[in-house]
Protein backbone atom coordinates (compact mmCIF):
# COMPACT_ATOMS: atom_id res chain seq x y z
CA UNK A 1 0.00 0.00 0.00
CA UNK A 2 1.30 3.24 -1.20
CA UNK A 3 0.11 6.46 1.15
CA UNK A 4 0.94 10.22 0.75
CA UNK A 5 0.21 12.98 3.16
CA UNK A 6 -0.54 16.75 2.33
CA UNK A 7 -1.05 19.61 5.04
CA UNK A 8 -2.76 22.90 4.80
CA UNK A 9 -4.59 25.32 7.36
CA UNK A 10 -7.44 27.54 7.71
CA UNK A 11 -8.43 30.27 10.60
CA UNK A 12 -11.55 29.88 12.47
CA UNK A 13 -13.91 30.35 15.48
CA UNK A 14 -16.37 28.40 17.31
CA UNK A 15 -17.79 27.49 20.46
CA UNK A 16 -19.14 24.29 22.16
CA UNK A 17 -22.61 23.85 23.68
CA UNK A 18 -23.32 21.54 25.82
CA UNK A 19 -20.04 22.48 27.24
CA UNK A 20 -18.49 23.56 31.24
CA UNK A 21 -15.57 25.16 30.47
CA UNK A 22 -13.37 27.71 28.47
CA UNK A 23 -14.67 26.18 25.60
CA UNK A 24 -17.86 27.11 25.75
CA UNK A 25 -17.27 30.52 25.13
CA UNK A 26 -16.50 31.83 21.00
CA UNK A 27 -13.02 31.61 21.07
CA UNK A 28 -10.83 30.71 17.83
CA UNK A 29 -7.91 28.69 16.21
CA UNK A 30 -5.15 28.32 13.54
CA UNK A 31 -6.69 24.43 12.49
CA UNK A 32 -3.77 22.87 10.59
CA UNK A 33 -4.93 19.70 8.27
CA UNK A 34 -3.67 16.24 7.71
CA UNK A 35 -4.75 14.47 4.63
CA UNK A 36 -3.76 10.65 4.22
CA UNK A 37 -4.55 9.08 1.38
CA UNK A 38 -3.01 5.72 -0.20
CA UNK A 39 -3.68 3.37 -3.13
CA UNK A 40 -2.29 0.00 -4.05
CA UNK A 41 -1.60 0.98 -7.70
CA UNK A 42 0.75 3.58 -9.11
CA UNK A 43 -0.51 5.69 -11.78
CA UNK A 44 3.00 7.53 -13.29
CA UNK A 45 4.62 6.74 -10.59
CA UNK A 46 2.44 8.22 -7.97
CA UNK A 47 -0.15 7.70 -5.61
CA UNK A 48 -1.41 11.15 -7.11
CA UNK A 49 -0.31 14.08 -7.40
CA UNK A 50 0.87 16.25 -4.40
CA UNK A 51 -0.23 19.25 -5.98
CA UNK A 52 -3.71 17.77 -7.48
CA UNK A 53 -4.68 16.30 -3.54
CA UNK A 54 -3.29 19.97 -2.22
CA UNK A 55 -5.89 21.32 -4.43
CA UNK A 56 -9.01 18.93 -3.46
CA UNK A 57 -8.44 19.92 0.62
CA UNK A 58 -7.74 23.61 -0.04
CA UNK A 59 -11.27 23.37 -2.36
CA UNK A 60 -13.06 21.86 1.14
CA UNK A 61 -11.46 23.75 4.01
CA UNK A 62 -11.40 27.36 2.10
CA UNK A 63 -15.17 27.79 3.34
CA UNK A 64 -14.06 26.85 6.93
CA UNK A 65 -11.43 29.72 6.62
CA UNK A 66 -12.36 32.94 8.75
CA UNK A 67 -16.10 31.99 9.83
CA UNK A 68 -17.71 31.35 12.58
CA UNK A 69 -18.13 27.48 12.36
CA UNK A 70 -21.13 27.39 14.57
CA UNK A 71 -22.99 29.41 11.66
CA UNK A 72 -22.86 26.53 9.23
CA UNK A 73 -25.39 24.37 8.25
CA UNK A 74 -23.42 21.55 9.27
CA UNK A 75 -22.80 22.63 12.46
CA UNK A 76 -26.18 24.38 13.24
CA UNK A 77 -26.15 21.43 15.87
CA UNK A 78 -23.59 19.17 15.45
CA UNK A 79 -20.98 20.88 18.18
CA UNK A 80 -17.56 21.62 15.66
CA UNK A 81 -15.51 19.94 17.50
CA UNK A 82 -11.88 18.85 16.28
CA UNK A 83 -13.70 15.82 16.01
CA UNK A 84 -16.42 16.69 14.04
CA UNK A 85 -14.10 19.31 11.88
CA UNK A 86 -12.06 16.18 11.00
CA UNK A 87 -15.01 13.84 9.99
CA UNK A 88 -16.81 17.03 7.75
CA UNK A 89 -13.59 17.21 6.28
CA UNK A 90 -12.76 13.55 5.23
CA UNK A 91 -16.42 13.46 4.02
CA UNK A 92 -16.25 16.29 1.71
CA UNK A 93 -12.62 15.00 1.08
CA UNK A 94 -13.68 11.90 -0.14
CA UNK A 95 -16.03 12.83 -2.90
CA UNK A 96 -13.35 14.47 -4.31
CA UNK A 97 -10.66 11.60 -5.02
CA UNK A 98 -10.27 10.02 -7.90
CA UNK A 99 -11.23 6.30 -8.43
CA UNK A 100 -8.57 4.38 -6.98
CA UNK A 101 -7.20 6.72 -4.08
CA UNK A 102 -8.44 5.79 -1.03
CA UNK A 103 -8.76 8.71 1.55
CA UNK A 104 -7.42 7.07 4.90
CA UNK A 105 -7.72 9.85 7.72
CA UNK A 106 -8.11 13.43 7.90
CA UNK A 107 -5.62 15.03 11.05
CA UNK A 108 -6.53 18.20 12.94
CA UNK A 109 -4.76 20.08 15.05
CA UNK A 110 -6.22 23.35 16.97
CA UNK A 111 -2.59 23.64 18.64
CA UNK A 112 0.20 21.88 18.53
CA UNK A 113 -0.37 19.89 21.21
CA UNK A 114 -4.16 18.78 20.60
CA UNK A 115 -5.31 16.87 17.33
CA UNK A 116 -8.11 15.02 16.92
CA UNK A 117 -8.02 12.58 13.22
CA UNK A 118 -11.26 10.67 11.74
CA UNK A 119 -10.52 7.46 9.76
CA UNK A 120 -12.21 5.59 7.54
CA UNK A 121 -12.00 2.21 9.88
Known amino acids: MYRIFVKDHFSS ?19 GVTAEV ?18 KLKRVIMPLDHILLNDLRDFKKL ?13 K ?4 LPAGVCLEAIKISET ?6 YSRK
Open 13 to 31: AHYLRDYKGKCENLHGHNW
Open 38 to 55: SSVKLKNAMVMDFKDLKD
Open 79 to 91: NPTSENIARYIFK
Open 93 to 96: LAAL
Open 112 to 117: DNNIAS
